[in-house]
Nanobody, 119 residues
Framework: QVHIVESGGGLVQAGGSLRLSCAAS??????IGWYRQAPGKQRELVAS??????????ADSVKGRFTISRDNAKNTVTVYLQMNVLKLEDTGVYSC????????????WGQGTQVTVSS
């Protein structure tokens, strides 16, 4: 059974940092991405990581501030999103999606974690 569980969200002041974690188990996940949905906006892909390609991608709005990384344990893949120099516009629900190589858009979703950046 697939389990995707996010953690690490919370309230932080602008300029601060948070680290999100996504624990994915129950299948082989090559591609994992962090998505963000801000109030009144469409969900967007913030960062992704591919173990098969050894690559990472970032939305322009977070380049240089966010870093995605992964830890491949025996039965669980954990993907981290280190978020630095947080801005008010980074506020939103952050969700993790895990999928097979090249098929992130068909992957499994976690329940999401709220990140709120205050002034």
């Amino acid at each position: 059974q697939v389990h995707i569980v996010e953690s690490g969200g919370g309230l932080v002041q602008a300029g601060g940092s948070l680290r999100l974690s996504c624990a994915a188990s129950g299948s082989t996940f090559n591609d994992i991405g962090w998505y963000r949905q801000a109030p009144g906006k469409q969900r967007e892909l913030v960062a992704s990581i591919s173990s098969s390609l050894g690559t990472t991608t970032y939305a322009d709005s977070v380049k240089g501030r966010f870093t995605i990384s992964r830890d491949n344990a025996k039965n669980t893949v954990t993907v981290y999103l280190q978020m630095n120099v947080l801005k008010l516009e980074d506020t939103g629900v952050y969700s993790c999606r895990a999928g097979e190589a090249g098929a992130l858009r068909l992957g499994y979703w976690g329940q999401g974690t709220q990140v709120t950046v205050s002034s």
